[in-house]
């Protein structure tokens, strides 16, 4: 069955640093997604992808953060001076054209900010 | 906006026993609704979906029906097995605008032998 690879599994950095959390979608998958998970506490949106440009963003989504598909596979989240609240389990996701047919997640990037 | 609310976990059950979780949620028009199953050390899988009213998801044994009337999507097991222990999330994607995935709180599940 087609899978959402990430990776790193688990990544830790220090504060301030720059971090980029890579995701390959299924290949035709046509939409992409940012969400991330703070321990204990909801799956948030950050971000969907789509026509190689942002469609929506969350308020969480701010100016540290950005998204590329640099080329036909990748898709990738970079944090930019990382804080210490950006710890959190980051998934990657993308669903086919149509929004009835569900996501498929990766399993997911954990990011230890110390 | 739009928003899910999950039964407070966690719920420990011993084998073979009924489960129920329970999901409510508030949206604007017809979402469509969504299990998700996080085991643990894994990323989040598709457990079952429903697109409209009345509509019955099923997967493995567990099944939730779309409730327009309760806004409700409960998840509901017959007898539930130790490999089921995981945490379980329910969610709901706009009908209209942006496509989102709007999550619970997740629900903790622990079965014991």
């Known amino acids: 069955e087609p899978e959402v690879t990430q990776t790193p599994s688990h990544q830790v950095t220090q504060m301030g640093q720059e971090v980029i959390l890579r995701c390959v979608p299924i290949s035709n998958h046509l939409y992409f997604y940012w969400y991330r998970q703070i321990l204990g506490q909801k799956v948030e949106f950050l971000v969907s992808?789509?026509?190689?440009?942002?469609?929506?963003k969350s308020e969480i989504f701010d100016d540290q953060f950005s998204v590329e598909r640099p080329d036909g596979s990748n898709f990738t989240l970079k944090i930019r001076s990382t804080k210490l609240e950006d710890s959190a389990m980051y998934f990657c996701a993308s669903s086919e054209q149509g929004r009835d047919y569900g996501y498929t997640f990766g399993s997911g990037t954990r990011l230890t900010v110390v | 906006g739009d928003s899910v609310t999950q039964m407070e976990g966690p719920v420990t059950l011993s084998e073979e026993a009924f489960l129920t979780i329970n999901c409510t949620y508030t949206a604007t028009g017809y979402p469509s609704l969504f299990w998700y199953v996080q085991y643990p050390g894994e990323g989040l899988q598709l457990l079952l979906k429903?697109?409209?009213?009345?509509d019955k998801g099923s997967n493995k044994g567990f099944e939730a029906t779309y409730r327009k009337e309760t806004t409700s999507f409960h998840l509901e097991k017959g007898s539930v097995q130790v490999s089921d222990s995981a945490v379980y999330f329910c969610?709901?994607?706009?009908?209209?605008?942006?496509?989102?995935?709007?999550f619970g709180q997740g629900t903790r599940l622990t079965i014991n032998p």
């Open positions: 992808f789509y026509n190689n440009e942002i469609s929506e």
């Open positions: 969610a709901l994607l706009p009908r209209l605008g942006a496509q989102k995935l709007v």
């Open positions: 429903a697109t409209k009213a009345d």
